[in-house]
């Protein structure tokens, strides 16, 4: 994997800060964009833009097989049996809602449990707490031990569940769930299981076949893909069951006064004008990340948080969350500096040209069950290097020297 | 930000003023912010339409806890009509600090005036 060459692609990485060369390291946040992906978009615009589906002029049936050309990209790219299993969102939060209102308030009623972990990012944790509470629902936790991955023995409680739903990655720990195991057991009690795979489809190979999973989501805005497109991915059986949850045009065949019929999905979940350039651009970033290789790309980011752990680790006053063992994380790596408020370190790195993130990251509950203050966060992707990490570093001795700490 | 105004700022982060409780304040209120975990209680004392106490505890970053020591120096005096006339830009120079730009950080800032306003909104 040749680096400089992907930095090349990557125009704001040219970008100084305060003089200072650009240090990304939020791609747990969002990922840059390369240039492949903002010429896709800028094409569309210059030379096919139009509406897609309704009309039989050339650009719409140029627009169209476009559109549906990404969901071809997207389906092989999980290793979906059928692209009509991909349903195009505006992020990984409305496909998870998706589920949760045309699945979820038809299928769960009171008394049932609803399975998810304490390490969620609220997108996959507030829809369940709020439909558990709606329905009369019992709602349990997969428990974590210290080090943030899930407690031997948890998986008991998938027992009797009607539904499971879980994070692959964790945007904190940087944890790889075995979801294939979660998967499997919560198949095994007929129990309908979902994926969050909005920190691991960007970073390493996700095979829907061999995870076994009903749902899917991801969002394509931390894939190198623009904001605005997301995916759900669902099993055809399951999908074909479910009611819509929007309504308007192009999710309905026939339209009367006083019925209608839905369209065949995906269309039925697609209602409204999509995001087609959206779609296009991710269409572009699924090629660039196939062109590099996800093996490749895990590999380079397993190097380089092996680098991290331990060369942060050696920093007196860092404390590191998450497992040592880079074989159970992924390239994400979180930390407290003893004595200085997360805001601040962010803060004054920014002015070093670090871009880094603090707070909760969307992730109350774990922080509150590993019993962690908010945290700072460095997550890596294929444009990162070691030099950075080690950018990073200096300036981190120079907060603590800051704040004498 | 500056050096100067950094290190004041890190000065009453690491020795706070107005640190603690006023045990019968006629006014108190506490909030969080969400995102960072940032957390402010604030205590008045009024008498004769002037707060003539004001003390705050909490946690939070340099900026949140700086901003609620000007800010609780800064209220001794003032009337609670006054208080509730305070906004950001007044914020930004009790802080001594052009914080336009850093939205995220003008929230941090911010905290401890929203925490102010809502104790003397409430019930004595
Ligand atoms: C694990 C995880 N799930 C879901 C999301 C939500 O993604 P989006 O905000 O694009 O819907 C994020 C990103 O913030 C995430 O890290």
Same mark, same amino acid.
């Given at each position: ?405 | ?28 209120? !506490?909030? %969080? &912010?969400?995102?960072?975990? @940032? *957390?402010?209680? #604030? ?38 009509? !006054?208080? %509730? &006339?305070?906004?950001?830009? @007044? *914020?930004?120079? #009790? ?30």
């Amino acid at each position: 994997m040749d680096v400089e060459k992907i930095r090349n692609d990557f125009p704001i990485l040219k970008r100084k800060i305060n003089g200072k060369k650009l240090i990304y390291l939020d791609n747990g946040a969002t990922s840059q964009k390369p240039i492949q992906v903002i010429d896709a978009v800028s094409n569309f615009y210059k030379k096919n833009n139009a509406n897609i589906h309704r009309g039989i002029h050339i650009l719409s049936e140029e627009s169209t097989l476009m559109y549906d050309d990404s969901r071809n990209k997207v389906s092989r790219f999980i290793h979906s049996k059928n692209p009509e299993e991909i349903i195009f969102t505006r992020n990984a939060t409305e496909s998870i809602n998706l589920v949760m209102y045309s699945w979820g308030k038809e299928n769960i009623s009171r008394g049932d449990k609803i399975v998810i972990s304490e390490m969620e990012h609220h997108s996959n944790l507030i829809p369940w707490v709020v439909l558990a509470k709606e329905k009369g629902a019992t709602l349990e936790y997969l428990e974590l031990d210290k080090e943030g991955l899930i407690k031997e023995g948890e998986l008991e409680k998938i027992k009797g569940a009607k539904f499971v739903s879980v994070v692959h990655v964790s945007n904190v720990t940087g944890v790889i769930n075995d979801v294939e195991k979660i998967c499997r057991t919560a198949s095994e009690e007929g129990a309908v299981s979902l994926v969050d795979a909005s920190q691991s489809a960007p970073h390493m190979k996700v095979d829907i076949q061999s995870i076994g999973c009903d749902f899917l989501a991801f969002t394509g805005h931390k894939m190198l893909a623009p904001t605005g497109i997301g995916v759900l991915y669902g099993k055809k059986e399951i999908l074909d069951s479910m009611n819509p949850f929007l309504f308007g045009g192009e999710m309905v065949v026939e339209a009367h006064k006083y019925d209608m019929r839905w369209n065949s999905v995906p269309y039925k979940f697609e209602a409204g004008t999509p995001n087609i350039s959206g779609a296009v651009g991710l269409g572009s970033a699924v090629d660039y990340l196939e062109q590099i290789g996800m093996e490749n790309i895990r590999a380079h980011e397993k190097k380089l948080v092996s680098y991290a752990l331990e060369k942060l680790g050696a920093v007196n006053g860092i404390s590191i969350i998450g497992p040592q063992d880079s074989s159970r994380r992924s390239g994400i790596i979180t930390f407290e500096v003893k004595g200085v408020h997360p805001h601040d370190v962010a803060s004054i790195l920014s002015e070093e040209g670090i871009c880094l993130r603090s707070g909760y990251h969307c992730a109350q509950p774990l922080h509150e069950s590993m019993g962690l203050q908010p945290t700072t966060r460095a997550s890596f992707y294929i444009y990162n290097t070691e030099e950075e990490i080690d950018f990073l570093i200096e300036n981190l001795v120079k907060v603590k020297k800051i704040f004498g700490v | 930000m500056d050096e100067i105004a950094r290190e004041r700022i890190i000065e009453l982060y690491k020795n706070p003023l107005n640190f603690g409780t006023i045990p019968d304040a006629d006014y108190t209120a !506490e909030l %969080r &912010n969400s995102a960072c975990g @940032d *957390i402010i209680r #604030i205590y008045l004392q009024v008498k004769n339409n002037k707060i003539i106490d004001a003390k705050f505890e909490g946690e939070g970053c340099a900026i949140s806890m700086a901003s609620a020591s000007l800010l609780t120096d800064f209220l001794k005096g003032k009337t609670p009509e !006054e208080v %509730r &006339n305070l906004d950001k830009d @007044d *914020i930004q120079k #009790i802080l001594g600090m052009d914080l336009s730009r850093n939205p995220s950080r003008l929230r941090c800032a911010l905290l401890p005036l929203e925490t102010a306003k809502k104790a003397l909104a409430g019930s004595k």
